[in-house]
């Protein structure tokens, strides 16, 4: 059965005060059961494709992927960095000062190798002070939770854990964390030496990935080795490049760089150092050029990638992770997704995701209000992040919490502020009473 991710909730982790959850299951209204090509089934859930969130500039939009991308690094990268307590790069929301005192926590619910699993951790002073593992098969059934470097477990159904603990002294079902420092997890200890459920954890870690629309530059590499290596990404970005008038990319790797490198004959150079030293260096240059007809007629003429439009430039660096992600079913968290996009060619992308994908799941931060559109979203996949005006705390909420009717658009409500999730002006209106006539 496919990997998906059910929810994600977190507590006050930079913007975010107060517990919030971005939850992908579709909503239970029978109004909202529109647009069934934008739903995936998986076990008995049926969950979203993707999450468009709007808010308002430094709302705390950036922040929901920062906060999904840390914990994501404090599973698959703490136990990799003993020598380093990645928990203390944790910032929790530092405008009060009962939430300096408070821990920080994270909660993901996803389904991996057709079992249902709900997996936290909280973290205070760059310690670990709870982590907890349920999974579901007929009912959540815990697997162990912790709290601090003690443990209880499930003797039947985490024997995994069973190397990695001892009994805690004058306590029943207690057990004391052995080969886990106080801020590694757990789980990460455990899938190291192949334990089957926290592997199951880490392996559905691997397939979250963090990207900013704005940074998009960084993208091009990934996307241009993917152009040369695979023959059917190359065609299926051909087809959707067609409606740019672009029919072929070039593209070119110019060594700027390359020398041998002689490892020095030393006694005090081990065979381990021998292996890891690079024997070679060099460095590249990927140089992109498109081909268009000219005029109309069958004639080519090819110009560097450099001088076409920032959009789709753009366009053509996001390719890359988008098919990756479709392909392999990840779930793909892009930020400022519509930045140097026109309307159009957002939606475009969008029926393109809903059409292909399978089992990939796409969450992206977005400003253009076109796109709340009934025609391409449901209103389960429309979120906003608003912060308040005196806590200046952030607060995550879907579209579908609110009793309205179906539109075609909510474009207009939003921009009204029916929603919240604007900038400082409280509607429209108020924009408009500042313009100087």
């Known amino acids: ?24 299951e579709i909503s239970p209204l029978k109004k909202d059961e529109i647009l069934s090509g934008n739903v995936i089934s998986s076990r008995d859930n049926r969950l979203l494709k993707s999450v468009l969130v709007y808010g308002a500039n430094a709302s705390g939009k950036t922040n929901l992927i920062k906060a999904i991308d840390w914990f994501k690094k404090i599973v698959l990268s703490s136990y990799s960095t003993l020598d380093h307590n990645i928990l203390e790069g944790i910032i929790p929301f530092l405008l009060d000062t009962t939430s300096l005192k408070t821990p920080t926590e994270f909660e993901v619910i996803f389904i991996e190798d057709n079992i249902k699993y709900r997996y936290g951790i909280s973290i205070f002073n ?30 039947t159904k985490f024997g995994e854990a069973k190397l990695f ?72 970005t051909l087809n959707i490049l067609k409606d740019f008038n672009i029919v072929e990319l070039v593209i070119n790797e110019e060594k700027l760089f390359s020398q041998e490198i002689s490892l020095p004959d030393s006694n005090n150079v081990n065979l381990e150092q021998k292996i890891k030293f690079p ?37 053509i660096h996001l390719l890359g992770p988008m098919y990756d992600t479709m392909r392999k079913g990840n779930i793909l968290f892009i930020d400022e997704f519509d930045s140097k996009f026109h309307t159009l060619l957002s939606k475009h992308i969008f ?34 992040v608003h ?3 005196i806590e200046q705390d952030s607060q995550l909420y879907s579209l579908a919490e609110y009793k309205n009717a179906i539109k075609e658009s909510y474009s207009q409500d939003y921009l009204q502020g029916d929603f919240d999730a604007i900038p400082l002006f409280g509607s429209i209106n108020d924009i408009e009473n500042l313009m100087v006539e």
């Open 1 to 24: 059965m496919i990997p998906v991710l059910v929810s994600f909730s977190f507590k006050n982790v930079f913007s975010f005060k107060d517990a919030q959850n971005l939850s992908l």
């Open 126 to 155: 760059g310690e670990i002070i709870e982590e907890w593992l349920y999974y579901t098969q007929t009912r959540e059934t815990m697997l162990f939770l912790r709290e601090y470097q003690s443990v209880e477990y499930n003797m």
């Open 165 to 236: 603990i001892r009994p805690a002294k004058g306590l029943e079902k207690k057990w004391v964390l052995e080969k886990t420092a106080s801020h590694i997890p757990f789980v990460s200890v455990l899938a190291f030496f192949q334990g089957v459920h926290s592997l199951n954890v880490t392996k559905f870690f691997t397939k979250i990935h963090a990207i900013s629309g704005i940074e998009d530059e960084n993208l091009g590499a990934y996307t241009f080795n993917l152009l040369k290596e695979d023959s059917e990404f190359y065609d299926w």
């Open 279 to 315: 024997h070679n260096i060099d460095i590249s240059r990927i140089d992109v050029r498109v081909k268009k007809h000219l005029n109309d007629s069958e004639k080519m003429i090819e110009m560097p990638l450099d001088w076409e439009s920032s959009g789709t430039r753009k366009i």
């Open 351 to 384: 029926k393109i995701f809903h059409k292909n994908c399978k089992n990939a799941q796409l969450v992206a931060n977005v400003q253009d209000t076109h796109l709340m559109d009934t025609k391409l979203f449901r209103r389960d996949q429309i979120w906003f």
């Open 387 to 389: 912060k308040e005006a």
